[in-house]
């Protein structure tokens, strides 16, 4: 079965050729022109993937996604923005959007963050992943620590499913990049330790020790 991309974007040139150069790789796509129709078509037709412009008529794409994170879809969210500065970038993380494609962008590098995403929420593993209290179900996408349960993001999850994967080990924010973005990540690396912060204001929200450590001008360790 083809994956299925919700696109939503006002510019219909800029639509038309994602579409067609997604058509073109295989997937199945559906174009929303504005905010309110692509939060419609993505309450009924769950797609894979949701392709989201943040300047929207109608409803913007930040607000179409925290209202579908507010009802609990996790659909990977990559948001189209013409914006790069850190405030919005962290905007966005707010909002639930998983990644983000700064306008202009490469045709080559949206589809490989397109593939990476789609990879990630086709690849069901049942294992767990056990760290100090810290455990993590990757079939069902459980996280807790001790009795606690914590709600993730998908790309907080993937990031704390790589550093569960090699705990103790000191991973360069190269290497994190590489493995969790899934693709030579051309934005600003300050990426990473958004991320990490998140992850550690939820693990850490009850006054739990901090397992998530930095290692200056390296990277990060998984480390009690
Ligand atoms: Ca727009």
Not at 34 to 49: C, K, N, S, V, Y
Not at 169 to 188: A, C, K, P, S
């Amino acid at each position: 079965m083809k994956p299925h991309i919700l696109l939503v974007e006002d510019e219909a040139k800029l639509a038309q050729f994602v579409q067609m150069e997604l058509t073109h790789e295989g997937y199945q796509v559906t174009v929303a022109e504005d905010g309110i129709t692509g939060l419609t078509q993505a309450r009924e037709t769950h797609p894979d993937l949701i392709l989201l412009d943040w300047m929207l008529p109608g409803l913007s794409g930040l607000e179409l996604c925290r209202r579908l994170r507010d009802t609990g879809d996790k659909v990977p969210v990559v948001l189209l923005t013409a914006r790069d500065d850190v405030q919005d970038r962290v905007a966005g993380l707010d909002a639930g959007a998983d990644d983000y494609v700064v306008k202009p962008f490469s045709i080559e590098e949206l589809l490989a963050r397109v593939r990476a995403h789609l990879r990630r929420t086709h690849e069901p593993d049942s294992e767990a992943l056990h760290f100090a209290d810290l455990m993590l179900h990757q079939g069902s996408r459980e996280v807790s620590r001790g009795q606690r349960a914590i709600e993730l993001t998908a790309k907080e999850f993937d990031l704390l499913v790589y550093l569960m994967r090699h705990p103790r080990q000191v991973l360069t924010r190269d290497r994190i990049l590489e493995e969790v973005w899934g693709y030579d990540f051309m934005g600003d690396s300050n990426i990473i330790e958004v991320y990490i912060r998140y992850l550690r204001l939820k693990l850490e929200e009850s006054g739990e020790s901090r397992l998530i450590q930095t290692v200056r001008g390296v990277g990060y360790v998984l480390r009690d």
